[in-house]
């Protein structure tokens, strides 16, 4: 598999995780809002990695 598929798969987990902890915060659990938040540091994270990833062709 190649870096930029791996790289794909995480940023969905990542969302995935994301949109659960989301929906779980605007229902008034404000841990699930740190989650989501940590889940966007993430995903941040790894599309910088696929930007760099995908211009070299990985």
């Known amino acids: 598999m190649s870096k930029t598929n ?3 798969d995480q ?3 990542h969302f995935a995780d994301f949109e659960d902890n989301h929906d779980k915060n605007m ?3 404000k841990a699930a809002g740190s989650r989501a938040r ?3 540091g993430e ?3 790894l599309v910088t990695e696929y ?3 995908s211009v070299a062709g990985e």
Do not use: D, E, F
């Open 11 to 13: 940023i969905k987990s």
């Open 6 to 8: 791996t790289l794909a």
């Open 43 to 45: 995903i941040k994270k």
């Open 51 to 53: 930007r760099k990833a």
């Open 38 to 40: 940590k889940a966007v």
């Open 27 to 29: 229902n008034g659990n």
